[in-house]
């Protein structure tokens, strides 16, 4: 039975992966970073009363390299998926420190903890690196492995910089280390703070009588959309091949987020425009225009290929979310509030 490590396992693709690998007859560790309230609602169908027997969580963070190391060091593990960061492009300027710290030196932590095993003890231990379209910033589309890295924030340079520490470790020390480049994927379960859920959310909540408008940023950009858990059956497949190198994982085709709503409004039939509003305050201080991957080279060496259109995933959101917000609605009528409130500026 194969043993995998993953840090950032409550979030979107970490619940995913965890499906996946836990079908594929997986022995599966996650690390869970310690919170006020509850963060494992994603996986709490595998880790909750019913727990998957295969499946353990341990408290850690990317920010601990004694605790990450520990980890590595009992485990020793067949593969590492490091998808934890702080993956949000427009609070990465609010935290630029904290966001180099976890989704840039974080990488390092871990490539350091699994060469101290490889050279301990030869246990060979496969890495993979969340890589991030962001890298490519304001270099022109279409964008492959070999476009040059533009980054345009705090979060991009700290990818770029977990990137190149994956490389170096790879060239180094004979790591099988590999980066997917993976483009902007969604899911029902993506954070409520990316423009897809938070328009898919706002569509439910809506059409249910539950918010009046939705303000958005920036409309025109554009935006290589993919399905998350399709994603990650990418992310499986670099680390079973026989060699480790980089992938750019991307379905070839980019829409604006103006198409992005003006599709998931019109599946309630809503018309979008009586109810989108734009707010300077979503602006970015440097935007990424128009990302889109050519996904040519990974489809031909792994065998993949997206299986999820455009309009199914915006269906499949569209539809998760008039269902939560039905819910909503009931409990709104006794009184009562499910929706919690955030910083809001996202
Ligand atoms: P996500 O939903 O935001 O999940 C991020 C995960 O990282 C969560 O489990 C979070 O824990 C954890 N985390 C945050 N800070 C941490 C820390 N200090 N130590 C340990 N774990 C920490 O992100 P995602 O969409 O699943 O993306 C997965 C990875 O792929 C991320 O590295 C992201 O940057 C990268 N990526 C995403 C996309 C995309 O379009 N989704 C594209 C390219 C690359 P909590 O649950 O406690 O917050
Ligand atoms: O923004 C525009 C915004 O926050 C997409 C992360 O997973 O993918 C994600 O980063 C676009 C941007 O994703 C709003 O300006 C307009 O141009 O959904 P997003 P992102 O920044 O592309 C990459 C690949 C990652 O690696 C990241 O981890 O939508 N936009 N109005 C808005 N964006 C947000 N969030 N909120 C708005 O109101």
């Known amino acids: 039975m194969k043993t995998a490590l993953l840090t950032g396992v409550t979030g979107q693709d970490g619940s995913y992966l965890t499906e996946l690998l836990l079908e594929r007859g997986y022995m599966v560790h996650g690390i869970v970073r310690r919170s006020s309230t509850f963060n494992t609602n ?24 004694i605790a990450l190391s520990r980890l590595i060091n009992t485990l020793q593990p067949d593969e590492v998926y490091n998808l934890g960061a702080q993956s949000h492009v427009k609070v990465s300027w609010d935290q630029a420190e904290y966001t180099a710290d976890v989704t840039g030196v974080g990488v390092l932590r871990l490539l350091e903890a699994i060469r101290d095993v490889q050279e301990r003890t030869g246990k060979g231990i496969r890495f993979y690196q969340a890589s991030s379209s962001e890298m490519y910033g304001s270099t022109a589309p279409p964008q492959g492995l070999a476009t040059p890295f533009h980054p345009r924030s705090p979060y991009a340079c700290a990818k770029v910089y977990g990137f190149w520490q994956t490389v170096n470790h790879r060239e180094s020390y004979d790591i099988f280390a590999c980066n997917g480049i993976l483009f902007n994927h969604e899911s029902p379960r993506r954070g409520e703070t990316f423009v897809t859920r938070k328009i898919t959310r706002a569509v439910g909540r809506i059409k249910m009588g539950l918010q009046k408008k939705l303000s958005l940023g920036n409309l025109e950009a554009r935006r290589d959309w993919g399905h998350a858990r399709d994603y990650v059956e990418a992310m499986y497949l670099m680390l079973q091949h026989e060699v480790a190198r980089d992938y750019v994982v991307a379905t070839g085709t980019a829409y604006s987020v103006r198409e992005f709503a003006q599709r998931a409004f019109a599946l309630v039939d809503l018309d979008w425009e009586e109810y989108v509003e734009v707010n300077p305050k979503f602006f970015r201080l440097a935007e990424v225009e128009h990302l889109l991957g050519d996904p040519q080279d990974t489809c031909d060496t792994l065998g993949w290929k997206p299986q999820t259109s455009f309009d199914q995933l915006i269906e499949e959101m569209v539809e998760t979310d008039m269902e939560m917000a039905r819910r909503e609605r009931v409990l709104h009528d006794a009184g009562l509030s499910l929706c919690l409130a955030g910083v809001g500026n996202e």
């Open 42 to 65: 994603r996986i709490d169908h595998l880790c909750g009363e019913e727990a998957h027997p295969h499946l353990t969580l341990h408290y850690g963070d990317l920010a601990d390299s």
